[in-house]
C-alpha cells in the first residue's frame, strides 16, 4: 500500500509562485508514474503534469512554461513548482502514484487547496 502525504498549499497573488510536494511511503516510489492533478469547484479532475521514473515530462496545455515537475527519487518526493499562477489555477491539487503497468496500482493524496487571487 502507498500513501502519498501532499503538502500545504495555500494562498497566493496572481503572478505568484508556490511548490508543493508529495511524499511517498511504502511501495517502490522510483518505479511509478508520479503525477500531479487539479481538481477546481464544480469541474472535473485534470492532469496537471506527470513524470515517468526515467524523467520524461508532460504537462496540460494551459500550465506549460509555468509549472515544473520534478522527483527526488532518493527523498520518495515529487515536486511541483508553479510560477506564473493564475486565478485559473486556483483548485484542490492531487498527488498521484501509479504503475506502469495498465492492470496495475493507483494511488492518491489527501489533495491541499491552492488558491489564487487576481
Known amino acids: 500500500q502507498v500513501q502519498l502525504v501532499e503538502s500545504e498549499g495555500g494562498f497566493v497573488q496572481a503572478g505568484g509562485s508556490l511548490r508543493l510536494s508529495c511524499v511517498a511511503s511504502?511501495?517502490?516510489?522510483?518505479?511509478?508514474?508520479m503525477g500531479w492533478y487539479r481538481q477546481a469547484p464544480g469541474k472535473q479532475r485534470e492532469l496537471v503534469a506527470t513524470i515517468t521514473s526515467g524523467g520524461s515530462t508532460k504537462y496540460e496545455d494551459s500550465v506549460k512554461g509555468r509549472f515544473t515537475i520534478s522527483r527526488d527519487d532518493a527523498k520518495n518526493t515529487v515536486y511541483l513548482q508553479m510560477n506564473i499562477l493564475k486565478p485559473e489555477d486556483t483548485a484542490a491539487y492531487y498527488c498521484?502514484?501509479?504503475?506502469?503497468?495498465?492492470?496495475?496500482?493507483?494511488?492518491w493524496g489527501q489533495g491541499t487547496q491552492v488558491t489564487v487571487s487576481s
Open positions: 498521484n502514484a501509479r504503475e506502469l503497468d495498465p492492470f496495475g496500482g493507483t494511488w
Open positions: 511504502g511501495g517502490f516510489f522510483r518505479t511509478y508514474v
